[in-house]
């Protein structure tokens, strides 16, 4: 049912409960009041049934129609076409989930087009019906608690993200390799969320302009003023969380190398020890092939080695061994290689 809630207001009370379109209209022109007509994702020819009503410009019609607008104020003569991207946290899979919310505000009508489950809508409803001074101020008074209503469902979102970027501080320190991946698909989550708040506050600076020209209650100007100020808290906030994500990945960078530096340093050390030992066992086994070469030489027993046949021969070979081990030991130590 795209009809979700609908209603003819007198003198700030709900006067009729339509059970279609026709009936508001036909209502709303025997008995005046302000019809406010609530849609959740309604078809074309409900959408262009109410354009035809209350003279919607085509333009503001077709952006109804195709939505996936952004968030944004246009104002066609006496109708403001509002655009609002409210915007929920889902704890369970620490996502975002952004709405869209089309919103057109004449001399007698309010209609709200909802594109996805926020904001909630019926307790701005409920709200408004339990002070009917504020909503005998006109189509207005149901703009502006609009407004409220989807800046306020925003602080959780906040609650939510800020809560999400302590949890990764702590992974970073803790050495966690999939945080790169959770700051990446945080600072996206951050970025959409940017792009639904910034323009409200454009867009409320531009109400605001119109105070004077359009003769706005003075009770809805502090009302306006106020959802002014708690929407440049939630943009800040925003503001920080992307600097503090952007901070968060330098920082993971800063470590990651840091960590491969350390890695390299280990493997070089362990390089380097590696060669020290190679070259200890290279210089004994120099040391040790000296005096197995001068044996193997004067082992083979040729018939013309007259060396066989000296009485000093033996005491010569020997020393022979010892004076090459001996050298080649003081070469390798003075190298240090032993």
Same mark, same amino acid.
Do not use: C
């Given at each position: 049912?795209?009809?979700?809630? @609908? ?8 006067? !009729? ?6 009936? &508001? ?7 005046? =009041? ?44 006496? &109708? ?26 004449? #001399? ?21 019906? *339990?002070?009917?001074?504020?909503? #005998?101020?006109?189509?207005? *008074?149901?703009?502006? !608690? ?24 702590? %992974? ?17 989550? $951050? ?6 708040? +910034? ?10 302009? =119109? ?5 706005? @209650?003075?009770?809805?100007?502090? @009302? ?13 906030? *925003? ?13 993971? &960078?800063?470590?990651? =190398?840091?960590? %491969? ?12 020890? %590696? ?19 001068? =044996?193997?030489?004067?082992?083979? @027993?040729?018939? +013309? ?20 081990? !001996?050298?080649?030991? $003081? ?8």
């Amino acid at each position: 049912m795209t009809l979700i809630d @609908n209603a003819v207001y007198i003198d700030g009370r709900r006067g !009729a409960d339509p059970g279609s379109l026709n009936e &508001t209209y036909e209502f709303l022109r025997a008995r005046g =009041g302000i019809a406010w007509i609530g849609l959740y994702r309604p078809d074309v020819d409900e959408i262009r049934s109410v354009a035809r009503e209350f003279e919607l410009h085509p333009l503001a019609v077709e952006d109804a129609i195709a939505a996936h607008q952004r968030a944004k104020l246009e104002r066609y003569g006496t &109708t403001l076409f509002t655009v609002l991207r409210p915007a929920r946290y889902l704890d369970d899979v620490e996502e975002v989930e952004f709405g869209e919310l089309h919103v057109f505000t004449g #001399r007698d009508f309010v209609v709200t087009i909802r594109q996805a489950e926020a904001p909630n809508l019926g307790h701005v409803r409920k709200r408004l019906e *339990a002070a009917p001074d504020l909503l #005998r101020l006109g189509p207005e *008074a149901i703009l502006y !608690a609009i407004l409220d209503q989807v800046v306020d469902e925003y602080l959780p979102v906040v609650a939510g993200l800020e809560n999400d970027i302590d949890e990764i501080e702590d %992974q970073l320190f803790k050495g966690d390799p999939a945080v790169s991946r959770r700051i990446y698909e945080l600072s996206r989550e $951050v970025i959409d969320f940017q792009r639904a708040t +910034h323009p409200l506050l454009d867009m409320l600076t531009a109400l605001e302009a =119109g105070f004077d020209k359009y003769g706005v @209650n003075v009770e809805l100007q502090r @009302n306006l003023r106020d959802v002014h100020d708690h929407a440049i808290r939630v943009v800040e906030r *925003a503001d920080s969380f992307r600097l503090l994500l952007q901070n968060a990945l330098s920082v993971q &960078t800063t470590l990651v =190398g840091q960590q %491969q530096s350390d890695e390299m340093r280990s493997l070089t050390e362990a390089s380097l020890a %590696q060669n020290e030992e190679v070259k200890k066992i290279s210089s004994w086994a120099a040391i040790l092939f000296a005096p197995t070469l001068v =044996g193997t030489i004067y082992g083979m @027993n040729f018939d +013309h080695m007259p060396e066989l046949h000296w009485i000093a021969s033996y005491p010569l070979a020997i020393a022979l061994m010892i004076a090459t081990s !001996a050298t080649l030991y $003081v070469v390798f130590k003075r190298r240090g290689w032993l």
